[in-house]
């Protein structure tokens, strides 16, 4: 990435709109609450920030989603916080079947910082996991209760690599439902070809910040890894940029030392996408994941009319507002599932 100090070109404004480079669907965060996916909606505050969006944004269009139909993605869970009937403020995170009693998820949705800024699994007895419904409602589909998880032990809760984990259901589900299966390494660097479709579901807010009762689904395509973290890199140098030039101005740099300073350290920023994680969206934007989307399946269609689960959602950005996701966003990130069939498989040899 070549970049001047003091006449940096301002791609971000051209090709993500509103779009900040905050990251948006898990990571840490300055308040626990709003940083985690599972207290957010367990205090209530998803709901109240749904009024709160609607109320500025009201007219405007859905994020590029179409309502699923009954019966369609059926790896689909959704995670509920427990002790609540089935409605969409309690929905926090979504999840994909892989067995019959395991679910394949997001490591943020169930990894959380606590009041003291300490990060902790979720006691499985504080969720449920809902099975066998496109609805988000009262009666419908079979909440089963979570016997244990297991995050991946690379993962930590300040960063986002590794965002992968396996939920453990106290029993199958009693509804109609199917798995889904994940990749080797060597048929995901098929599947992850630039311009490959890919489909990405979930109960996450829509526009307005609403908070959908029925799944949703959008089609997008996968992109290169590179030219996300190339625009990544140019969004957050943007920002970066302002207070360096301000530094070198107040100890009186001249430009050229200035610009020779800035580009030695951007060499050392590490790429925000790693080899961990998959880039998908659209190159004209508006179709994304967002809120309550984490943890659920970025699927590929085959050409046998099967689906094959190439990600999980993991973060993206965020609206300048801070209140929701970027409307305009070309890509969110994805956990790359075929690194880890290995780590899939010893967890759940080990403990069933």
């Not at 509103?18 to 940083?35: H, K, L």
């Not at 003291?116 to 099975?131: A, H, K, L, Q, W």
């Not at 307005?208 to 395509?221: F, K, M, S």
């Not at 060499?267 to 190159?283: A, D, K, L, R, W």
Request: charged share 20%; proline share 5%; with cysteine.
């Amino acid at each position: 990435m070549k970049t001047k100090l003091l006449s940096h070109v301002c791609v971000l404004a051209i090709t993500m709109g509103s779009a900040s480079v905050a990251q948006e669907f898990g990571g840490a965060g300055t308040d626990p609450v709003m940083a985690s996916p599972f207290r957010f909606a367990e205090s209530q505050k998803k709901a109240e920030r749904a009024k709160d969006i609607a109320a500025e944004d009201s007219g405007s269009k859905v994020i590029g989603g179409t309502v699923s139909a009954d019966g369609a993605w059926p790896w689909q869970v959704a995670l509920v916080v427990g002790g609540y009937p089935l409605q969409p403020d309690i929905q926090f995170c979504g999840g994909s079947l892989v067995l019959d009693r395991w679910v394949l998820t997001a490591a943020h949705c169930i990894h959380m910082a606590d009041d003291e800024g300490t990060y902790r699994d979720i006691d499985p007895s504080r969720f449920n996991i809902v099975v066998g419904t496109n609805h988000l409602a009262h009666g419908n589909g079979d909440m089963v209760p979570v016997e244990a998880v297991f995050r991946h032990p690379g993962y930590v809760g300040t960063e986002f690599d590794n965002d992968i984990a396996l939920i453990k259901l106290a029993r199958a589900p009693g509804v109609q439902y199917q798995t889904i299966t994940v990749p080797d390494a060597e048929f995901g660097d098929y599947l992850e070809q630039p311009g490959v479709t890919t489909y990405v579901t979930g109960w996450g807010l829509i526009e307005g910040a609403q908070n959908p009762d029925r799944l949703r689904e959008v089609q997008i395509q996968m992109m290169e890894r590179d030219m996300c973290n190339g625009l990544l890199l140019e969004a957050r140098a943007e920002e970066a940029v302002k207070g360096f030039g301000y530094a070198a101005e107040v100890f009186g740099m001249d430009v050229a030392t200035a610009e020779q300073a800035w580009s030695e350290f951007v060499q050392h920023v590490p790429e925000p996408m790693t080899p961990n994680m998959i880039c998908s969206g659209t190159y004209e934007g508006g179709k994304t994941s967002c809120q309550g989307d984490s943890g659920g399946p970025l699927v590929v269609p085959l050409d046998d009319g099967s689906f094959i689960q190439a990600g999980v959602v993991s973060w993206g950005l965020s609206a300048e507002n801070g209140k929701t996701c970027a409307e305009d966003a070309l890509f969110s990130a994805y956990t790359r599932t075929a690194n880890y069939v290995d780590w899939l498989n010893g967890t759940i040899s080990r403990n069933n």
